[in-house]
């Protein structure tokens, strides 16, 4: 069955956590957009450097939710830093949870989370250095390689792709998923 997921992020995201899920999204037969703040190109971030430009698929303004089965958030240090602060950006990765449809949050990409206001009682893992924010937003955080609770699939790092591009498989062929009461 095709599905068509959204991948949101902007310049500044760890390049290896966009590519990496989208390909392996590719490979499933279905379709997976960048979704960004602006059309054109985003670039990326490797070892600690800018690295290759994406191609945006469609802006915040051209596409909802309703258009998508999932969506996918990369890390990066910039990227979500900039995301969050967008109440676009917030107010679509809100709607997923409205929703009840599959989210993967990998690294760094769980702190629009905070802002979307969807961790209270979630079982999360991210990037060590934000784990943190994501308590202090309700979230239970672990040091795992891949958390699943109720759709939401979160990753600390590139290390964990392998994992983490399974398990968000899973849960977007599982469709649907209503929040665990807590």
Not at 12 to 23: A, I, M, R, T
Not at 69 to 90: H, S, Y
Request: proline fraction near 4%.
């Amino acid at each position: 069955m095709s599905k068509r997921i959204a991948i949101l992020a902007t310049n500044g995201f760890e390049e290896s956590e966009l590519k990496s899920p989208k390909e392996y999204l590719e490979k499933q037969g279905w379709t997976a957009d960048i979704v960004s703040l602006k059309s054109g190109t985003i670039k990326g971030w490797k070892d600690g450097n800018w690295s290759n430009e994406f191609k945006v698929d469609y802006t915040l303004d051209q596409v909802s939710s309703k258009d998508y089965d999932a969506l996918v958030l990369p890390g990066g240090v910039i990227n979500p830093d900039q995301l969050r602060r967008d109440e676009k950006a917030v107010s679509f990765v809100k709607d997923f949870f409205s929703e009840s449809k599959p989210v993967a949050a990998i690294c760094h990409g769980p702190q629009i989370l905070v802002d979307a206001e969807v961790l209270e009682g979630r079982n999360i893992t991210s990037f060590s250095s934000v784990r943190k924010d994501l308590i202090n937003a309700g979230a239970v955080w672990t040091d795992e390689e891949v958390v699943v609770d109720s759709g939401l699939v979160t990753s600390r790092t590139p290390d964990d792709l392998p994992a983490f591009n399974k398990k968000m498989v899973e849960e977007i062929k599982e469709g649907k998923h209503e929040m665990q009461s807590r």
